[in-house]
């Protein structure tokens, strides 16, 4: 399960973003909670498709195992 919290959009005309946190439970490996950006593009026919979406997790990263 994911939850998401809208932390601010904005933009202009053809251009938009959207930051946020996010909460996440994975199984079996627990809990995540982190923060994304999406940037959106609005097309010729006026509607708007995601341009890049990019998140990144709070938790410290994993450790490489030792040779």
């Known amino acids: 399960m994911i939850q998401s919290r809208i932390v601010e959009i904005g933009?202009?005309?053809n251009?938009?973003?959207v930051h946020g946190k996010y909460n996440a439970i994975l199984v079996p490996e627990g809990v995540d909670s982190g923060k994304y950006v999406e940037i959106w593009r609005r097309?010729?026919?006026g509607s708007w498709k995601m341009a890049i979406d990019i998140f990144n997790s709070d938790l410290p990263p994993a450790h490489a195992p030792e040779p």
């Open 15 to 17: 251009v938009a973003f």
């Open 11 to 13: 933009g202009g005309y």
């Open 43 to 45: 097309q010729s026919d």
